[in-house]
């Protein structure tokens, strides 16, 4: 069984601004709760079939975490594929103009369920992904907007 999330937020910000704050994975821990730690392995930029290194805090365990990136179209998507808990997951951004100087930024989140993981209740599961996903966009928003708000976006 897969259960997907999709958490939406207009950002008053360029699709510059928030793709620039995205891609700038060692910012990743402001606004994900569940990374403590994060750069792309070997370093550079996000490219397909690269790899993204995390020391994370999730079900409250303390471990080290890698992500493939599977997709980068700059300046509008990104994805990303490896697991939840014991089960197989991907996730992407997507960064679409709303307006002049807005963006409409989208987050989406499939998840596997395999293992012990199917033993939870899939409405459980998914309700708490998207809580932890709508935490995270408005922290970008937050972010991004106080980084232009600073005159640290793009001209």
Known sequence: MTIRTESRIIVAGSVRDVWDYLCDVGRWAEWAPTVLECWVRGGGPLEPGGFIEQRARDFRREHRRTERVTAVDAPHTMAFAGTIGSSPARWGMEVLPAGEDSTDAIMWVEVDLANVMRLLPPGVLRRRIQRTSDIEMAA????????????????
């Open 140 to 155: 970008i928003k937050a972010a991004v907007e106080a980084d232009v708000q600073a005159g640290a976006g793009s001209p």
